[in-house]
């Protein structure tokens, strides 16, 4: 696979600096990605999210397959060109959304069979059908479909998911090996109004090419050790791999078990790829898989806090709607450079908010990405200067000294 690589150095124990490479550009690690579900990041722009510190972001093939349809997005050349960003992207194949959405889908070996909760349409979701959808939707990194449980499930269960993860993953690399020898099915039926440009999909011959791309397995099995050193084995033995990520964490257990997980995953990784640790998002758990050796994330909770009323900062969480900020001339914080940090005080922003001002949830929701892209700006210039654990320590031992205000 051309265009990708990674490289790491300045190691400070299991955490580590690196450089990952894509076709869109080198993401410096660790990193984190703003969740950018439909191809946006709900409310924000891609130059406010630029201007935030983002280096990549991420986009959900299900959600782009059911609006506007994946074959839409690739003709209006990649969800690249369709989303305005022109830095790396990644797409989660939509297995947490099948795991959300539990009663409107079935689940067997073939894949998922669920229906639209827009309008009620079928649909079947298999891995092939997966890996057609991430390739005609063109992000640089694109995700295996898995089979996620809920957190806590028996070792059994847990067992079984991980199984079948796995095999479903040989599906997938068969057919985007296909896809990629072979080439994309031409898209046909797609109507151009009098007088627009034509679409990316008229040059047939050209558009039938994939365009290069990564596909991440996902490590599955719970919080069992053995589960999760089985799920690392079978995918190391199934390929050679641009990156790895692991999944099903961060889905209600408790965040021990959480840091136990990466404590006997991290280990057992290639050394020499990037480590993707999905759906993780909170400043203490960054920090907590950095040290364990993690290196990209991403998590739509941030931004969701944030449009209710919920922000980071370095002394712990703030509501900003309490009745104490009623008459609170102070920033968010001191030290962040966002918009809502600096043009504005917690008594304004609590105003908006409570008085449902569409202003207030933007700027929360920009200040929380910009607190966490900042996070991770610090993590690596102290990655380099070599003192990641004792700074970390700080930082920790600050943030949770006061708990949520």
């Not at 265009?3 to 690690?29: C, D, K, M, V």
Request: hydrophobic share 40%; glycine share 10%; proline share 5%.
């Amino acid at each position: 696979m051309t265009g990708f690589g990674f490289r790491h150095s300045h190691a400070n124990g299991s955490a580590r600096l690196g450089w990952f490479t894509t076709p869109h550009g080198t993401i410096e690690t660790p990193a984190f990605m703003p969740v950018g579900t439909h191809a946006s990041v709900r409310g924000l722009s891609m130059q406010e999210i630029r201007a935030a510190g983002a280096q990549m972001i991420l986009a959900n093939a299900y959600h782009l397959y059911l609006r506007p349809g994946d074959e839409m997005v690739r003709a209006f050349g990649g969800v690249h060109a369709f989303a305005r960003w022109d830095g790396p992207m990644l797409t989660d194949s939509g297995g947490y959304q099948v795991f959300s959405l539990a009663r409107y889908r079935q689940v067997n070996e073939a894949g998922v069979e669920f229906r639209n909760k827009l309008d009620g349409s079928l649909h079947q979701y298999t891995p092939e059908k997966v890996m057609q959808i991430e390739r005609n939707i063109g992000a640089d990194v694109i995700m295996q479909l898995d089979e996620l449980i809920e957190g806590g499930s028996a070792h059994r269960a847990s067992y079984l998911a991980m199984q079948r993860s796995l095999r479903w993953l040989e599906r997938c690399r068969v057919e985007f090996e296909r896809l990629s020898r072979d080439g994309r099915a031409p898209v046909t039926g797609l109507v151009v109004p009098e007088g627009a440009p034509p679409l990316f999909t008229s040059d047939v011959e050209r558009d039938v090419v994939a365009p290069p791309q990564a596909l991440f397995p996902i490590v599955q099995g719970g919080t069992y050790a053995d589960l999760r050193t089985a799920s690392i084995e079978g995918i190391l033995n199934s390929g050679d791999w641009e990156g790895i990520a692991v999944g099903g964490l961060s889905v209600g257990e408790a965040k021990q078990a959480m840091y136990d997980t990466f404590d006997t995953c991290a280990p057992l990784l290639p050394v020499n790829k990037p480590r993707y640790l999905m759906g993780v998002g909170f400043p203490d758990d960054l920090l907590e898989a950095v040290s364990r050796g993690m290196d990209l994330f991403d998590c739509v909770a941030p931004t969701r806090m944030g449009r209710h009323g919920t922000v980071f900062t370095h002394d712990g969480k703030v509501q900003i709607q309490k009745s104490s900020n009623r008459t609170d001339r102070r920033p968010l914080t001191d030290e962040c450079a966002c918009p809502a940090c600096t043009q504005y005080d917690r008594a304004y922003l609590r105003h908006l908010m409570v008085t449902e001002e569409p202003l207030g949830p933007r700027l929360l929701a920009l200040h929380n990405l910009t607190f966490l892209m900042a996070l991770m700006t610090s993590a690596r210039e102290h990655l380099l200067l070599g003192d990641y654990a004792s700074w970390s320590a700080s930082w920790l031992a600050r943030y949770r000294a006061k708990g949520q205000r």
